[in-house]
């Protein structure tokens, strides 16, 4: 383990489905991160939070959102998903903002 | 100017071979230079990290060069095995405050 855990590790979701990503890091970082990992492109930045708030929206659909209870947890809502949403998507920490990222082992979603 | 230039995509190696790959920046507020290595199910994990300061780095069997007059710096692999066989992505920030740009990644082969 990484030291950033996040669950669950595989969804399968339907269109009209409500479900929740989760990421927990217990390395003190502040910042925490989300991406997207499409097959054969670039990691996508979704979210960053600092502090536990948010500071960067990569325009990102609203059927996406980000929350940020505290510095140690992030999760991310999914609803009304569409068949290209489905990707790996990765949590990641880091003491501070642009230096050493770790990483979670990501989600693997896919949305039929 | 935020956009980080890997090549190649895909780099196949005998094993024992150097692996090679590229990187390069526009960014001159860029100071910090970090290499991932991603397996497949798994998250991307820091493998050796360089600053503007000196020109290169070694760990192991793995070396980053940095050339900061042409803005460009590489990843070498000596005696690459199949084990090193993964996805390997560089990285740029400008330090503290900044995010962490990551370039398109290279899917590296090492053949037995």
């Known amino acids: 383990e990484t030291g950033v855990t996040q669950t669950p590790r595989h969804l399968v979701m339907g269109m009209t489905n409500k479900k929740s990503l989760k990421c927990e890091q217990h390395l003190g970082h502040n910042a925490m991160y989300w991406y997207k990992q499409s097959a054969k492109k670039p990691l996508e930045l979704m979210f960053v939070y600092n502090f536990k708030e948010q500071t960067e929206n990569n325009s990102v659909p609203s059927r996406f959102s980000p929350e940020c209870p505290n510095s140690s947890h992030l999760f991310l809502h999914l609803h009304t998903l569409q068949p290209e949403d489905s990707a790996l998507y990765l949590c990641?920490?880091?003491?501070?903002?642009?230096?050493?990222?770790?990483f979670g082992s990501g989600t693997r979603l896919t949305v039929v | 100017q935020q956009q980080v230039k890997q090549s190649p995509q895909s780099l196949i190696v005998q094993k024992g071979g150097i692996s090679i790959i590229n990187c390069a920046y526009e960014?001159?507020?860029?100071?910090?230079f970090p290499w991932y290595q991603q397996f497949p199910g798994k998250g991307p994990a820091l493998l050796i990290a360089i600053r503007p300061d000196v020109s290169e780095k070694k760990e192991g069997r793995f070396t980053i060069s940095f050339n900061k007059s042409a803005k460009q710096f590489s990843l070498h692999i000596m005696d690459s095995q199949p084990g090193d066989s993964a996805t390997y992505f560089c990285a740029a920030s400008g330090g503290s405050g900044s995010r962490l740009t990551f370039g398109e990644g290279t899917q590296l082969t090492v053949n037995p």
């Open positions: 990641a920490s880091s003491q501070e903002r642009g230096l050493g990222y770790t």
């Open positions: 960014n001159t507020a860029f100071d910090y």
